[in-house]
């Protein structure tokens, strides 16, 4: 990422600023197929070049009728768009230079602050540095946890929010599992702000406190996301090496033990939805799962954050069976999104994820619920794509904002609900 700062007369660019990969004139494209010729032909398309899916996240979940974005490097681009064009599919380019994308995404240009900001994205270091100040500053509310150690032996700090000592209930909610999808970080870190600033005056969030504790891990892929600060904004999986293959990264939300490889994963290490050589054979994947079962007779709710789409979602998603509370998690889903919608009007699909999206297997959401934790939820944040994993640092605050009701809604329904 390249910016000009004027500084005291001089012009300076900061080495940091530049990321190992470029995207200058790359294009993400969007195309809606209508009959399974065009289907057929985008899966083709993607056997013969190299295309980037953002949604679905893979070619093996196109269907008719869904939108399709995928990036195209630059020496590619014409050649797709001939081949869209001879196959008579519609389409829209969402960004002409995905280069130029990258650097509105920080408003002002101001990548590198020195400052953590709940406005702001923030890279790992301040992200650490965050867990360790907002515990200090509030040792009655928050605790830091090293749950575990990443494939590159980075820490993972889990931070445990609420005023409760002893067995009660407690919400355990996952962000980052996928780096690049980094407005998912930036809830959970606002999340804590408005626990530890709102305790006393928000009567919801005050009941909650007193009366349940919130386990919240504010980046679960930790070495994918210092990867898209320092080299590729773009990727998603973890940073593990993979035997007999020079592919780097497991997707960890292929990885857990709920159907595994069974449907919509990947056995293929290239592959961006590759489930790993067995369930949890990720340390990230591994570390998580051990704390969930020590803690199972506690944790009564799962939430998961992604982005983007502007959904609510919860299991199953390796099955179109119904889960056997479904009409209940529906209409907790449907009062969440209806919370949501309160503040600036956006519109939230919900619903069991292989209906609402498409059937995949591993994921930690169906992992969760099939442990015994029957309030499980996955939120893919906003947008609908116009900018995608792009979101720009002026949509973090409403974003969060409306999601804070959502969050609040479920929570307060677990916390009503039996043991």
């Known amino acids: 990422m390249k910016f000009i700062v004027l500084f005291l007369g001089l012009l300076v660019r900061p080495q940091a600023v530049s990321l190992t990969r470029r995207f200058e004139s790359e294009k993400v494209f969007r195309v809606v197929p209508q009959n399974e010729t065009q289907v057929n032909f985008l899966k083709v398309l993607a056997s013969d070049v190299q295309l980037d899916f953002w949604h679905p996240d893979s070619v093996h979940h196109i269907v008719i009728g869904t939108e399709v974005d995928f990036q195209v490097s630059l020496h590619l681009a014409n050649y797709v768009l001939m081949k869209l064009e001879q196959n008579e599919l519609q389409y829209e380019v969402l960004f002409h230079n995905l280069q130029e994308q990258i650097e509105k995404q920080f408003d002002g240009g101001n990548y590198f602050r020195k400052m953590h900001s709940y406005t702001k994205y923030n890279d790992w270091e301040k992200i650490v540095a965050w867990t360790e100040r907002i515990a200090r500053n509030n040792p009655k509310m928050v605790s830091r946890i090293e749950m575990g150690k990443t494939s590159e032996g980075r820490p993972m700090y889990l931070l445990k929010v609420g005023k409760v000592t002893g067995q009660k209930k407690v919400i355990f909610m996952e962000c980052g599992i996928h780096a690049r999808e980094w407005i998912s970080p930036a809830f959970c870190q606002w999340f804590v702000k408005q626990a530890t600033h709102t305790y006393g005056e928000d009567k919801v969030m005050t009941k909650l406190l007193d009366s349940m504790n919130f386990y919240v891990l ?202």
């Open 218 to 419: 504010p980046v679960f892929n930790v070495d994918g996301y210092v990867w898209t600060w320092t080299n590729n904004r773009f990727w998603r999986k973890n940073r593990s090496n993979n035997s007999n293959s020079d592919c780097i990264g497991t997707d960890l939300n292929r990885n857990f033990k709920a159907a595994w490889s069974t449907v919509g994963a990947s056995d293929k290490p290239c592959n961006e939805i590759y489930c790993g050589t067995s369930p949890e054979s990720e340390p990230e994947t591994k570390e998580l799962a051990n704390f969930i079962r020590d803690h199972l007779d506690v944790i009564k709710g799962y939430i998961s954050f992604h982005s983007y789409s502007q959904l609510l979602m919860f299991p199953y998603g390796y099955t179109y069976k119904l889960a056997p509370n479904h009409d209940e998690l529906n209409k907790v889903a449907k009062g969440a999104v209806d919370a949501l919608a309160t503040v600036y009007g956006t519109n939230y699909t919900y619903g069991p994820i292989a209906e609402t999206i498409y059937l995949s297997s591993g994921s930690s959401l169906d992992w969760a619920y099939d442990e015994g934790i029957k309030y499980a939820y996955i939120f893919e944040l906003r947008d609908h794509g116009r900018y995608g994993f792009l979101l720009p640092e002026s949509k973090i605050r409403p974003t969060c904002k409306e999601t804070m009701l959502a969050v609040k809604y479920i929570a307060s329904h677990i916390l009503a609900s039996n043991p």
